[in-house]
Each structure stands twice: as structure tokens, then as C-alpha cells.
């Protein structure tokens, strides 16, 4: 079982819809959650980290379930600008800092 | 600006050859990594430091090695370059998770090898 799940996608929705994505994670001793968006051909940058309060960032909310080990990623009023890739990523931290990736969910918002 | 500079964007190499990425970060982070990234697989962790000298197993580390003696410098290893490792390299270096950090991971716009 892969460390870190996501659904590959793509997710093709229009401008303005809201849109929601999943992840699954094995390592119920994981210690940080982020989400990261790579544009094509760039590197992934840091899109939010996520508490285990939830928490949002202007149209973006990130959720994290540790009972059900699932973090959640919204956008609401979905822009052009937001297709992008969005990578789940967890810190395995224990006595160093492993870091996994999900092998990314493919957003394309359509006009 | 946290700057993390791979030092070859493109290499192309045969196989067999030994290939050197190396990687420097000029932030004074603890971490520093090594991933590779495939279509349809994502950003695969090859070997990670948490220190000067002291690194640790990734999900897919053989074929490789990696070197850090220095701080800011975190180099990759291919001993004996193979097809299979044609891909886009990433290099990233965080702080250590604590007060006043996420331990946000910082990229380095990352190296292309194809192996022929």
C-alpha cells in the first residue's frame, strides 16, 4: 500500500465551481500535512499546510481526519489560475524529517 | 528568498557513466532531499539528511547514493547510470518542524537526465 494516496484525476470542472480533493495516508504516526500545487514544468510550491482544526486560506479550506487518516483539500469559486497539479504531502517526522508525496491529483478549470 | 540551486538544469549520459547532481541550499536548513519525479508515479523520495554526514533511506533509493559534507550541500549519486533512471530530479532542503516553522520544503527547479 502506497504511503500516501490521492485520485489521479483530472478533474475537469468550469469556472466557479467548487471542487474537492482527497487523501489517504498509511502511517498513523505521521506528524505534519501540507498541500503543494506544481504548475507544469515548475517545481511544487507550498499551497497550505493543514491543522488538525482545519483550516482556510482565503477560497481554500484543508480539513485532517487523523482518526480516519484523510486530509481534504476545498476550493470554492474555482479560477483559471488554480489548474494546476495538487500534491498531498506528509511529514513522517520522527527523529528526521521524511517527507512523501502523493502521486498528485490534475485540476483543469475550463472558462 | 530561499535559493536552492541544482547545478545542471539538462545532462544527458550513457549508460554506465557515473553522474553527479549535486545541490546546494543557502537557507542554513537542517533537511535536505533528493526525489524523483515520473508521470503517473509523483515525486518519489530517494534518499533524505537530516544532518552533516548523516542521511537515510528513501522509497526507491537503489541505484543510488547521496553525499552531505557540508551543510549546504547535499549531492546525488547514479554509481553506474541505467535507462531506467531517466527522469526529472528535485532537490529540496526545510528547517527542522518547530516554533515559528512548518518545515515547508523549498525546491530547486530540478534536473532533467536522460540516460541513452
Known amino acids: 500500500r502506497k504511503e500516501v494516496e490521492q485520485d489521479p484525476g483530472p478533474f475537469n470542472v468550469p469556472e466557479g465551481a467548487t471542487v474537492a480533493f482527497n487523501c489517504t495516508y498509511s502511517?498513523?504516526?505521521?506528524?505534519?500535512f501540507f498541500w503543494y500545487r506544481q504548475d507544469c514544468r515548475k517545481e511544487p510550491k507550498l499551497l497550505m499546510s493543514v491543522y488538525s482544526s482545519g483550516n482556510e486560506d482565503g477560497r481554500f479550506t484543508a480539513q485532517l481526519n487523523r482518526a480516519s487518516q484523510y486530509i481534504s483539500l476545498l476550493i470554492r469559486d474555482s479560477k483559471l489560475s488554480d489548474s494546476a497539479t495538487y500534491l498531498c504531502v506528509v511529514n513522517l517526522y520522527s527523529s528526521a524529517s521524511k517527507i512523501i508525496f502523493g502521486s498528485g491529483t490534475r485540476l483543469s478549470i475550463r472558462p | 528568498d530561499v535559493k536552492v540551486t541544482q547545478s545542471s538544469r539538462y545532462l544527458v549520459k550513457r549508460t554506465g557513466e557515473k553522474v553527479f547532481l549535486e545541490c546546494v541550499q543557502d537557507?542554513?536548513?537542517?533537511?535536505m532531499f533528493w526525489y524523483r519525479q515520473d508521470p503517473g508515479l509523483g515525486l518519489r523520495l530517494i534518499y533524505f539528511s537530516y544532518d552533516v554526514k548523516m542521511k537515510e533511506k528513501g522509497d526507491i533509493p537503489e541505484g543510488y547514493s547521496v553525499s552531505r559534507e557540508k551543510k549546504e550541500r547535499f549531492s546525488l549519486i547514479l554509481e553506474s547510470a541505467s535507462t531506467n533512471q531517466t527522469s526529472m530530479y528535485l532537490c529540496a532542503s526545510s528547517p527542522h518542524p518547530g516554533q515559528g516553522t512548518t518545515g515547508e520544503l523549498f525546491f530547486g527547479e530540478g534536473s532533467r537526465l536522460t540516460v541513452l
Open positions: 502511517n498513523s504516526a505521521s506528524q505534519s
Open positions: 537557507m542554513d536548513h537542517e533537511n
